[in-house]
């Protein structure tokens, strides 16, 4: 099993949980787990990469991709103002789980949620969950500046690494 959507609704038919049975509520989760993975992720991993990462700043791609990743805050605050709490609707699902993760670095990508009110509003109570905190202590080790050995794993090219 990979592709993180994939493995989001294998776990959520397994258990029984953060899924809709009923076909309406399922295929509006699972549309935005698919927006997420189609736009939202990529997008924002794209921006993050050539802002912050990028060993040369190429003005076009930062641009090009903070534009992108605009519009897609944007469509993600018209659809929280849309459905009031959670991204596919009241209830906490998968979709909530695939978006989250990549709103968490708004700051550094230079974003700021009062920009965008409902995703503000919807970001502060899922970080609150209890199971979310617990999820993001367990990435608490990882530190930035990352050393030339991580820089070459994450990034797969030897010029990343500093000398």
Excluded at 58 to 74: F, K, M, N, V, W
Excluded at 105 to 117: E, I, M, V, W
Aim: aromatic share 14%.
């Amino acid at each position: 099993m990979f592709e993180t959507g994939a493995i989001l609704i294998y776990l959520a038919e397994k258990t029984g949980r953060f899924l809709p049975v009923d076909v309406r509520g399922r295929t509006r989760v699972v549309q935005w787990v698919m927006w997420q993975m189609g736009g939202l992720g990529p997008m924002l991993g794209q921006h993050g990469h050539f802002r912050l990462y990028a060993p040369e700043k190429i003005p076009y791609a930062i641009d090009r991709y903070q534009r992108e990743a605009t519009r897609l805050y944007g469509v993600l605050d018209n659809q929280l103002g849309k459905t009031g709490r959670f991204v596919a609707g009241d209830e906490y699902t998968i979709a909530d789980m695939a978006c989250f993760p990549w709103t968490m670095t708004h700051k550094a990508q230079g974003f700021t949620l009062d920009d965008y009110p409902n995703v503000k509003r919807w970001y502060a109570e899922v970080r609150e969950r209890p199971q979310v905190q617990a999820g993001l202590a367990v990435g608490k080790f990882v530190k930035e500046p990352f050393s030339d050995e991580a820089r070459r794993i994450m990034f797969g090219a030897s010029r990343f690494v500093t000398e």
